[in-house]
């Protein structure tokens, strides 16, 4: 259109002419001023608000499987609000920054919703990256607290006074019901915070708001056409914000989720067989 423009108004400026159509211009001008646009208007959803009402429309439905162990929409409610319940007694409060320094597990899932009913930031750090890493990402983040399993006592980088670990917390198969009422999470509010790889020079921690996981939420769950019968495979690291994508879009819209270990993921005839079975 702009090349046809400058054969046929040769005596016009260059900045003057049109690079798209008017119909084009009238398309835009609609996508910048949202008109019409059922999906901007829509009235925000957390993700927590998202996944409890997966856990009120199917409560037996298994929500995650991490080798022998299952926990139903149900089951990890009532872990996370455990959890939760717990911290708040320990004083956290919402927009409080919170580690969850344990490699991929139900407890890793629990650990993450429960930060969130607080309205809190989880920041995810990975035990299995080098030291060095580690001590810069929890000494950068400063941390409230930090939620980790037994299994990665060991590897915690700094002093473990604010140390929460959630074994001690809900023990195994241990699922009492709690009441727990939620924070109300509006849209700016920080969900997450995850580093950078460092690459370049030191980790940054990038923040992300309530919004704009929850329109990733939306958008993968459309775009992908996810049914109810789908499971996920969570493979990816939780400081990798992979993991982001292979966890929220699922667990906010009642599927299963399948965490797979490292191991589990080199010897391709042990992860085909779990993705046949699941």
């Not at 996370?80 to 708040?88: D, E, G, T, V, Y």
């Not at 929220?248 to 067989?273: Q, S």
């Amino acid at each position: 259109y702009w090349l046809n423009q400058i054969f046929s108004e040769s005596t016009q400026k260059l900045l003057d002419l049109d690079y798209i159509e008017p119909s084009q211009q009238e398309e835009l001008l609609k996508i910048s001023t949202h008109q019409g646009d059922e999906e901007f208007n829509k009235v925000f959803e957390d993700v927590i608000t998202k996944f409890k009402k997966s856990v009120k429309k199917m409560p037996t439905k298994i929500a995650a499987v991490h080798n022998e162990n299952k926990i139903t929409y149900s089951e990890l409610d009532s872990k996370s609000n455990q959890i939760a319940q717990f911290l708040r007694e320990k004083g956290v409060r919402s927009q409080q920054k919170l580690g969850v320094f344990m490699d991929r597990s139900i407890e890793m899932i629990a650990s993450v919703l429960s930060i969130m009913k607080l309205g809190a930031v989880y920041v995810p750090i990975d035990p299995t990256q080098p030291t060095s890493r580690l001590e810069y990402m929890v000494e950068d983040a400063s941390l409230s607290f930090c939620l980790i399993d037994t299994a990665s006592l060991s590897k915690y980088p700094a002093k473990q006074d604010n140390l929460i670990i959630v074994n001690d917390i809900v023990q195994k198969n241990s699922f009492i019901s709690v009441q727990f009422e939620c924070e109300k999470i509006t849209e700016n509010q920080l969900a997450y915070i995850i580093y950078t790889s460092g690459t370049t020079g030191n980790p940054k921690g990038v923040m992300i708001e309530h919004a704009s996981l929850s329109n990733l939420c939306d958008w993968h769950i459309d775009y992908y056409q996810v049914k109810d019968s789908d499971a996920a495979l969570l493979v990816s690291s939780i400081s990798f914000d992979a993991s982001v994508w292979e966890l929220f879009p699922y667990i906010t819209n009642g599927n299963k989720i399948v965490v797979v270990d490292y191991f589990t993921l080199l010897d391709v005839d042990l992860l085909a067989e779990k993705l046949e079975e699941e």
